[in-house]
Nanobody, 114 residues
Framework: VRLVESGGDLVEAGGSLRLACAAS????????MTWIRQPPGKSLERVAN????????FYADDVKGRFTVSRDNAKSMLYLHLRSVKTDDAAMYYC????????RGQGTQVTVSS
């Protein structure tokens, strides 16, 4: 299993950013996928999930309506579109295969300026 996140950057509060995760080494199109994040000094927290066919999604309450998770199974890519970013969204973001948070990439850093 290999997961490589990208797209993290410095963004102003209220701005937008799209994170991407390139997956390989497993059948991506058959896998439930998760985005998690770890804010500075805090524990890992779930951000969003998406079903294998992309038809079902879940969002944590504090990102609902602002973040959108999507996937392109033909390209084995997972995305997280962040909108109306808040300072509390600053974190290292990881994509996860399934719901086992131990199977994740190296992460991509999102920094938010107020």
């Amino acid at each position: 299993v290999r997961l490589v996140e990208s797209g993290g950057d410095l963004v102003e509060a209220g701005g937008s950013l799209r994170l991407a995760c390139a997956a390989s080494g497993f059948t991506f199109s058959a896998s439930y996928m998760t985005w998690i994040r770890q804010p500075p000094g805090k524990s890992l927290e779930r951000v969003a999930n998406i079903s294998p066919n992309g038809m079902n999604t879940f969002y944590a309450d504090d990102v609902k309506g602002r973040f959108t998770v999507s996937r392109d199974n033909a390209k084995s890519m997972l995305y997280l579109h962040l909108r109306s970013v808040k300072t509390d969204d600053a974190a290292m973001y990881y994509c996860v295969k399934g719901t086992n948070w131990a199977i994740r990439g190296q992460g991509t850093q999102v920094t938010v300026s107020s």
